[in-house]
């Protein structure tokens, strides 16, 4: 029996409005108004699009969403300058530096400029230290999101055994950390492969859940899937020809697995509904009320 179809597009539109009515509330009652600023340098045309819809669903939901488009050349001063002032500014809540940065331009020191209870991303060292001492503050938005999808879609994670393809900070890294936290949502074994493991389909196999975040088109191929395992697909690539695929092999692997989300519709919106929720989270702390 082919898998069923995770919808990530119909969770995500749900999420928004709810995250639009909680921010009229915010607004009502304490007359904040969310502001996230996302920070693009340079103009990498996939970019361009992640930047813009985000903009767009910020405006959506009723928040103040700004873009600071700056040249590609901008110098790493001037950009962390330009961090400080959001930092300092009251009406900004989330700040957001889209990556990949240039290459003249040290992602660290840009991504530990940011202050803490502004990092929507959750990718300053304290949000992720957190994260990693199961204290979560604000946790990276495509994990979180995928936790969501989880949940949704009524996945128990609780003693599964998890296998998260790939590494990185943006995914693989505190994908781990949030199957692993104790509770909903966590409590799984986890393993997680990389360029150097051995046979990593050999491992994938093993999984009950399999996370694949790659960033390799179609590379997950049916044998690389234990029949009745729930896959996720992080990827998204444009094929010759203008097709869009994930990391995962649709057509094979959706004949294996018992639920497997699609590329577009599945990851993709979810984490820019978590980047909502995280910003009015932001707002909320820094609210009237909160400090009182
Ligand atoms: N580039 C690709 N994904 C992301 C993300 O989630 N956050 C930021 N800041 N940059 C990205």
């Not at 304490?30 to 502001?35: A, D, L, S, Y």
């Not at 909320?284 to 400090?291: K, L, V, Y």
């Amino acid at each position: 029996m082919p898998a069923e179809v995770i919808d990530g597009k119909a969770l995500a539109q749900r999420i928004r409005r709810e995250v639009a009515a909680e921010v009229a509330e915010l607004a009502r009652r304490t007359g904040v108004i969310p502001g996230l600023t996302v920070i693009l340098v340079g103009d990498d045309p996939a970019s361009q699009v992640y930047v813009g819809s985000k903009q767009k669903a910020s405006a959506a939901a009723g928040m103040n969403g700004t873009v600071l488009r700056l040249p590609a050349e901008t110098p790493q001063v001037e950009l962390l300058a330009t961090i400080d002032r959001l930092n300092a500014d009251p009406a900004v809540h989330g700040i957001l530096v889209q990556l990949p940065l240039p290459r003249h331009i040290d992602e660290r020191a840009v991504l530990e400029r940011v202050a803490p209870r502004k990092d929507v991303d959750g990718f300053h060292p304290v949000n992720f230290g957190l994260l990693a001492q199961g204290a979560p503050r604000f946790v990276p938005c495509t994990p979180l999101g995928i936790r969501e999808l989880l949940r949704d879609a009524q996945v128990e994670t609780r003693g599964i055994h998890a296998v998260v393809l790939g590494r990185s900070q943006l995914v693989g890294k505190p994908m781990a950390l949030l199957l692993l936290q104790k509770g909903p949502g966590g409590d799984a074994t986890v393993t997680v492969c990389h360029t150097a493991t051995r046979d990593p389909a050999a491992l994938a196999r093993q999984a009950d859940l399999l996370i694949v975040a790659m960033g390799r088109p179609e590379q997950v191929t049916a044998e690389w899937v234990k029949p009745g395992a729930v896959v996720v697909d992080v990827g998204i690539h444009k094929r010759d020809g203008g097709r869009i695929c994930g990391d995962v092999d649709f057509a094979s692997v959706s004949q294996v697995a018992s639920r497997i989300t699609p590329v577009p519709g599945g990851v993709g919106p979810m984490t820019v509904a978590m980047l909502l929720r995280n910003t009015l989270q932001a707002a909320r702390g820094a609210a009237p009320s909160a400090s009182a």
